[in-house]
């Protein structure tokens, strides 16, 4: 699959997931502000994305009549410590990233720049790697499978990882902007949109994958 290729499941991928909040709105709400309260202590932002990404799940089972809360919570409770240290990581390197930065505008040494530069590229590949692993995390999967597993379709699929993040940040941006809508809909409809592409991608490319090998 070309990095162009990577585009065109994103069109997709927003009105499937239009459609599914729509469907499941009530769900919906429920998930942004459980994740909205749960993430308000910052360093249960992995665990909180964990539960979220678990109920999304739940709601696209074919079998399911809503959330499945108690398959959520036992999700977050395997996977805490692990979703938390990676929850983590992207906004460490980010705090980092922000030091160095007034260190140069203090001072204007160029090694500080240089620093905050990279602190911050590291901290925007390891929030696009997060997406993908800690959703693998939320399907069951152990943690080094799921790092591993992030770490591949990140870099297989860079230009739909990096769209992905801005499409995630411009929702971010709107809810903000309608002030109550951040708690309301972003995580739940953010969310969906990270389950709904990133299967999409690796389902497409798996069938690519068996074409290839059947010939």
Sequence with gaps: MTRTADLDPMYASLEQ???FAWANLVSIVWISVGWFLASLPVVTLGPATVGAYRAVLSLRDDDSDGI??????ETVR??????????????VLFAIAANYALAYLASGTVVAGLLALCCAYAGLYAWLVSMPT??????GKPVATALKDG??????????????????GALLVVTSLLTVAVALLFAGVAFALHVEFISSVSG????????????
């Design 17 to 19: 997931t239009t459609r």
């Design 68 to 73: 499945d809360r108690a398959a959520v919570l």
């Design 78 to 91: 395997r996977q805490f410590v692990h979703a938390a240290l990676l929850g983590l990581l992207p906004l």
């Design 134 to 139: 800690l959703l693998g995390l939320a399907t």
């Design 151 to 168: 770490f591949l379709w990140t870099a297989r699929h860079a230009v739909g990882a990096v769209a992905l993040g801005v499409v995630t």
């Design 204 to 215: 497409a490319e798996s069938r690519v994958t068996t074409v290839v090998t059947e010939r």
